[in-house]
């Protein structure tokens, strides 16, 4: 496929009225080369060959943000993206240091820098209402995201800036999402209650856990403390209204928990997010079964405006 510079984003020629997938390498605020894969809904093609999707304006975006370790092409990610695009358009990406992006990652600091860019992308693309769905790391960014990337008034198109490390700021147009999905996101952090997480802590903070995670996950780690501490996910969710929030969280989850989810749902205060405790769930995308993924989707897309 031909490659076409839109911006800062590069991606194929593609149509967007074809079930071809797009490519594309998002350039975050900060300079990370990311890169980023479109599907259009499948649910607007029938069996005869000119079958065509609804204009994408009228088509919501579910914008996907894997755990830690993960990518854009891993099997679990491409699951729950064949789930959700049946019911929206889905757009999945690897954070930095992820797969084939640039960079190493910050275990969820800089990471909301890559998702606004995905979620720019989306609406460059045409679709008028998005949603973010983050799993564990990825569940911590979308609230971050969804606290951050709004101007708290009506105007939720209004340009917003969020800080970067040399106290610049960067800016994207309609980067906000309408609605957001978190999905065994902890609470707090540097939490250490579990030995899963104590193991994740060891990969990263010490040198031969940052090897470990380069060789053995595929994953690049950066080297420096976070400064400052970014906002923290249950700092986070009181700020993402008016925009629709669900939590969904696994009772058998081994890294976090049910305290951590249900001290979002608290910080949400009345009515500000909808908690779905799942029973026998493990964590994140690798737990998440085609049905869970379904009733995701059906949230997300149903808790849009039309």
């Not at 780690?221 to 700092?235: E, G, H, N, Q, R």
Request: proline share 7%; hydrophobic share 45%.
């Amino acid at each position: 496929m031909s490659s076409a510079s839109e911006g800062r984003f590069l991606s194929s020629s593609v149509p967007l009225l074809t079930r071809v997938p797009r490519f594309a390498t998002l350039l975050t605020d900060d300079g990370i080369p990311v890169e980023a894969v479109y599907e259009p809904c499948t649910a607007g093609f029938g069996a005869s060959a000119g079958a065509r999707a609804e204009p994408a304006a009228d088509t919501p975006v579910i914008v996907v943000a894997h755990g830690f370790t993960g990518s854009a092409d891993r099997p679990a990610v491409r699951r729950a993206a064949r789930v959700f695009s049946q019911r929206a358009a889905v757009i999945t990406f690897s954070f930095r240091g992820h797969g084939r992006s640039g960079g190493r990652s910050t275990v969820g600091d800089r990471e909301v820098l890559d998702l606004a860019a995905a979620v720019a992308w989306a609406r460059t693309l045409g679709h008028r209402r998005v949603v973010t769905v983050g799993f564990s790391m990825g569940g911590s960014v979308v609230l971050r995201h969804g606290a951050l990337y709004t101007d708290g008034s009506d105007a939720r198109d209004a340009a917003v800036r969020v800080p970067v490390r040399d106290g610049r700021t960067g800016e994207h147009l309609g980067a906000h999402s309408d609605a957001v999905v978190a999905v065994s996101a902890p609470a707090r952090w540097y939490y250490r209650g579990t030995a899963p997480m104590r193991r994740l802590h060891w990969v990263v903070t010490r040198p031969s856990g940052r090897l470990v995670g380069r060789y053995g996950f595929r994953t690049r780690i950066a080297t420096d403390d976070w400064d400052p501490v970014p906002l923290s996910p249950v700092a986070a969710v009181p700020l993402i209204a008016p925009a629709p929030l669900l939590l969904v969280h696994g009772d058998r989850d081994p890294y976090f928990p049910l305290d951590h989810p249900r001290m979002l749902a608290d910080a949400a205060g009345e009515g500000g997010a909808e908690l779905w405790l799942e029973r026998g769930m493990g964590h994140a995308e690798n737990a998440a079964d085609d049905a869970l993924l379904g009733r995701i989707a059906d949230w997300a897309t149903g808790a849009l405006p039309a």
